[in-house]
């Protein structure tokens, strides 16, 4: 497979001949060169993305397609979901009386969530009143919201 290359502006295009054959009366700004493209690598789809890359190499006459591995950036939607389940699993964690104590907040908190009420939802958790021995879970509850 083959490319036109554009050494002034770096623009890529197609090769229009299926024959590989030279072409005549190319601009000389202009040169074919080899496509080569790397095969993509293993990588974590929950956590990461693979992105194309694509060096031209004038000297060798090639241009070669890979890729880069980058964080997967998450959408709102994911992020609030994601904070929901942690929130979620941290209450499941708690033994049941000490999830009843709280139950009434995290549906509280949880609707506020909803609404993208991070705020709301922080002010709930904190204004709920609990014995000394839970102070410590209830910040751990806190930690999945920005101050």
């Keep these: 497979m083959r490319a036109i290359y554009n050494t002034i502006t770096g623009e890529v295009f197609p090769d229009s001949r299926a024959d590989d054959q030279p072409i005549e009366g190319l601009d000389p700004t202009l040169l074919v060169m080899a496509i080569v493209q790397e095969p993509a690598p293993a990588y974590?789809?929950?956590?990461?993305?693979?992105?194309?890359?694509?060096?031209?190499?004038?000297?060798?006459?090639?241009?070669?397609?890979?890729?880069?591995?980058?964080?997967?950036?998450?959408?709102?939607e994911e992020?609030?979901?994601?904070?929901?389940?942690?929130?979620?699993?941290?209450?499941?964690?708690?033994?049941?009386?000490?999830?009843?104590?709280?139950?009434?907040?995290?549906?509280?908190?949880?609707?506020?969530?909803?609404?993208?009420?991070?705020?709301i939802a922080r002010a709930l958790v904190e204004a709920q009143v609990v014995p000394p021995e839970l102070e410590s879970v209830k910040a751990g509850i806190l930690a999945y919201f920005p101050s």
């Design 79 to 119: 992020q609030l979901a994601e904070r929901r389940a942690q929130m979620a699993a941290a209450f499941d964690s708690l033994p049941v009386p000490v999830q009843a104590a709280f139950y009434m907040t995290r549906i509280s908190a949880e609707a506020a969530m909803d609404r993208n009420r991070f705020d």
């Design 44 to 76: 974590d789809e929950a956590t990461q993305v693979l992105e194309p890359t694509e060096v031209a190499d004038v000297g060798t006459l090639t241009i070669t397609r890979g890729w880069n591995i980058m964080p997967r950036v998450l959408t709102a």
